[in-house]
Protein backbone atom coordinates (compact mmCIF):
# COMPACT_ATOMS: atom_id res chain seq x y z
CA UNK A 1 0.00 0.00 0.00
CA UNK A 2 0.71 3.95 -0.71
CA UNK A 3 1.87 5.40 2.13
CA UNK A 4 3.38 7.85 3.85
CA UNK A 5 3.77 10.25 7.63
CA UNK A 6 2.62 13.64 7.95
CA UNK A 7 1.01 16.37 10.43
CA UNK A 8 -2.55 17.63 9.89
CA UNK A 9 -3.45 21.19 10.20
CA UNK A 10 -6.23 20.82 12.45
CA UNK A 11 -7.36 24.94 12.57
CA UNK A 12 -10.66 25.45 10.54
CA UNK A 13 -9.18 29.24 10.15
CA UNK A 14 -6.18 28.23 8.83
CA UNK A 15 -7.54 25.90 6.48
CA UNK A 16 -9.87 28.66 5.26
CA UNK A 17 -7.05 30.98 4.73
CA UNK A 18 -5.74 28.02 2.40
CA UNK A 19 -8.93 27.12 0.55
CA UNK A 20 -9.31 31.39 -0.04
CA UNK A 21 -5.16 31.38 -1.53
CA UNK A 22 -6.28 28.17 -3.80
CA UNK A 23 -9.34 29.74 -4.90
CA UNK A 24 -6.56 32.77 -5.94
CA UNK A 25 -4.25 30.93 -7.59
CA UNK A 26 -7.28 29.18 -9.23
CA UNK A 27 -8.56 32.35 -10.87
CA UNK A 28 -5.12 32.72 -12.70
CA UNK A 29 -6.46 30.26 -15.45
CA UNK A 30 -3.40 27.98 -14.82
CA UNK A 31 -3.60 24.44 -15.35
CA UNK A 32 -3.62 23.36 -11.61
CA UNK A 33 -4.19 20.51 -9.42
CA UNK A 34 -5.74 21.59 -6.15
CA UNK A 35 -5.17 19.51 -2.89
CA UNK A 36 -8.22 18.84 -1.57
CA UNK A 37 -9.00 20.45 1.22
CA UNK A 38 -9.35 17.30 3.72
CA UNK A 39 -6.13 16.31 2.42
CA UNK A 40 -4.16 19.46 3.28
CA UNK A 41 -1.36 18.08 5.78
CA UNK A 42 2.39 18.87 6.35
CA UNK A 43 4.54 15.38 5.02
CA UNK A 44 6.87 14.34 7.31
CA UNK A 45 8.04 11.34 4.98
CA UNK A 46 7.09 9.34 2.06
CA UNK A 47 6.71 5.58 2.42
CA UNK A 48 6.19 4.81 -1.09
CA UNK A 49 4.64 1.44 -1.34
CA UNK A 50 4.84 -0.73 1.31
CA UNK A 51 3.29 -4.42 2.73
CA UNK A 52 1.46 -4.92 6.02
CA UNK A 53 4.21 -6.31 7.61
CA UNK A 54 6.04 -2.98 7.01
CA UNK A 55 3.11 -0.92 8.33
CA UNK A 56 3.30 -2.83 11.58
CA UNK A 57 6.94 -2.68 11.61
CA UNK A 58 6.80 1.24 10.65
CA UNK A 59 4.19 1.71 13.20
CA UNK A 60 6.18 -0.17 16.40
CA UNK A 61 8.72 2.67 15.80
CA UNK A 62 6.59 5.36 15.53
CA UNK A 63 5.13 4.65 18.91
CA UNK A 64 8.71 5.43 20.32
CA UNK A 65 8.81 8.93 18.85
CA UNK A 66 8.75 11.67 21.40
CA UNK A 67 7.74 14.81 21.09
CA UNK A 68 5.69 17.88 22.96
CA UNK A 69 2.64 19.29 21.73
CA UNK A 70 3.93 22.60 19.84
CA UNK A 71 2.36 25.38 17.11
CA UNK A 72 3.46 25.71 13.73
CA UNK A 73 2.50 29.05 12.10
CA UNK A 74 2.06 28.88 8.25
CA UNK A 75 3.49 31.58 6.29
CA UNK A 76 5.02 32.69 3.03
CA UNK A 77 4.10 30.98 0.03
CA UNK A 78 6.73 29.37 -2.86
CA UNK A 79 6.96 27.12 -5.54
CA UNK A 80 9.23 23.54 -6.49
CA UNK A 81 11.41 23.50 -8.23
CA UNK A 82 11.59 27.45 -9.10
CA UNK A 83 9.47 29.87 -10.63
CA UNK A 84 10.45 29.32 -14.01
CA UNK A 85 9.69 25.71 -14.18
CA UNK A 86 6.91 25.47 -11.55
CA UNK A 87 5.59 21.83 -10.61
CA UNK A 88 4.49 22.39 -7.06
CA UNK A 89 2.87 25.53 -5.14
CA UNK A 90 3.49 25.24 -1.52
CA UNK A 91 2.63 27.20 2.02
CA UNK A 92 5.83 27.81 4.22
CA UNK A 93 6.09 26.90 7.98
CA UNK A 94 7.99 29.59 10.26
CA UNK A 95 7.29 28.82 13.49
CA UNK A 96 7.91 25.43 14.80
CA UNK A 97 10.49 24.15 12.10
CA UNK A 98 13.06 23.18 14.48
CA UNK A 99 10.46 21.13 16.58
CA UNK A 100 9.02 19.48 13.05
CA UNK A 101 12.78 18.85 12.17
CA UNK A 102 13.21 17.39 15.32
CA UNK A 103 10.37 14.97 14.96
CA UNK A 104 11.95 14.13 11.25
CA UNK A 105 14.72 13.31 12.21
CA UNK A 106 13.36 10.38 15.30
CA UNK A 107 11.08 9.52 12.41
CA UNK A 108 14.29 9.04 9.58
CA UNK A 109 16.53 7.30 12.74
CA UNK A 110 14.10 4.48 13.08
CA UNK A 111 12.80 4.01 9.39
CA UNK A 112 16.97 3.44 8.64
CA UNK A 113 16.88 1.13 11.72
CA UNK A 114 13.67 -1.38 9.87
CA UNK A 115 16.00 -1.00 6.24
CA UNK A 116 14.34 2.19 5.09
CA UNK A 117 17.53 4.17 2.68
CA UNK A 118 17.84 8.03 4.39
CA UNK A 119 16.00 10.44 2.35
CA UNK A 120 18.04 12.11 0.08
CA UNK A 121 16.50 15.12 -0.42
CA UNK A 122 16.11 16.41 2.85
CA UNK A 123 13.11 17.82 4.29
CA UNK A 124 12.03 21.03 3.68
CA UNK A 125 8.72 21.41 6.01
CA UNK A 126 5.61 23.17 3.86
CA UNK A 127 2.11 22.01 2.69
CA UNK A 128 1.56 21.57 -1.23
CA UNK A 129 -1.61 23.15 -2.07
CA UNK A 130 -1.32 23.20 -6.14
CA UNK A 131 0.85 20.88 -8.13
CA UNK A 132 1.25 22.62 -11.83
CA UNK A 133 0.20 20.34 -14.89
CA UNK A 134 1.04 22.54 -17.58
CA UNK A 135 2.63 26.13 -18.62
CA UNK A 136 -0.95 27.27 -19.51
CA UNK A 137 -1.11 31.04 -17.70
CA UNK A 138 2.13 30.29 -15.82
CA UNK A 139 2.53 34.33 -16.10
CA UNK A 140 -0.27 34.98 -13.94
CA UNK A 141 0.41 32.12 -11.65
CA UNK A 142 3.61 33.58 -11.37
CA UNK A 143 2.49 37.19 -10.69
CA UNK A 144 -0.19 35.90 -8.16
CA UNK A 145 2.37 33.68 -6.54
CA UNK A 146 4.72 36.85 -6.19
CA UNK A 147 2.30 39.26 -5.01
CA UNK A 148 0.74 36.38 -2.00
CA UNK A 149 4.86 35.49 -1.47
CA UNK A 150 4.39 36.97 2.17
CA UNK A 151 0.85 35.70 3.31
CA UNK A 152 0.11 34.45 6.74
CA UNK A 153 -2.08 31.99 7.04
CA UNK A 154 -1.94 31.68 10.66
CA UNK A 155 -0.73 29.07 13.48
CA UNK A 156 -1.91 25.58 14.19
CA UNK A 157 -1.01 23.08 16.98
CA UNK A 158 1.05 19.89 16.07
CA UNK A 159 -0.07 17.60 18.74
CA UNK A 160 0.07 14.09 16.60
CA UNK A 161 1.49 12.67 13.96
CA UNK A 162 -0.15 10.44 11.45
CA UNK A 163 0.53 6.91 9.26
CA UNK A 164 -1.91 7.52 6.29
CA UNK A 165 -2.25 5.34 3.88
CA UNK A 166 -3.00 6.75 0.14
CA UNK A 167 -5.53 5.18 -2.42
CA UNK A 168 -5.05 7.20 -5.77
CA UNK A 169 -8.30 7.29 -7.53
CA UNK A 170 -9.06 9.42 -10.82
CA UNK A 171 -10.75 11.77 -8.78
CA UNK A 172 -7.81 12.57 -6.47
CA UNK A 173 -6.36 10.54 -3.86
CA UNK A 174 -8.27 9.18 -0.52
CA UNK A 175 -5.87 9.02 2.89
CA UNK A 176 -6.83 6.51 5.66
CA UNK A 177 -4.98 6.79 9.15
CA UNK A 178 -3.24 3.41 9.85
CA UNK A 179 -1.72 4.89 13.36
CA UNK A 180 -1.69 8.03 15.46
CA UNK A 181 0.99 9.00 17.80
CA UNK A 182 -0.01 11.58 20.26
CA UNK A 183 2.59 14.02 21.60
CA UNK A 184 3.11 13.91 25.33
CA UNK A 185 2.03 17.23 27.15
CA UNK A 186 4.54 17.99 29.91
Known amino acids: MRSFI ?7 DVRSCI ?9 TNADLKLVKAENIHI ?40 L ?4 VVWIGIKKGVTE ?16 FSPETRGFRPHITVARVRSTRNKKQLVKMITDK ?8 IVDSIKLKKSILLPKG ?6 LEVKGIKK
Request: aromatic share 12%.
Open 6 to 12: SIEVNNE
Open 19 to 27: LMFQKNILG
Open 43 to 82: TLRFLGNITTTMVEKISEELKKIQFSPFYVEFSDVGVFPS
Open 84 to 87: KHIK
Open 100 to 115: LIEIYNQIESRLNKIG
Open 149 to 156: QNSIFGPS
Open 173 to 178: PLYYTL
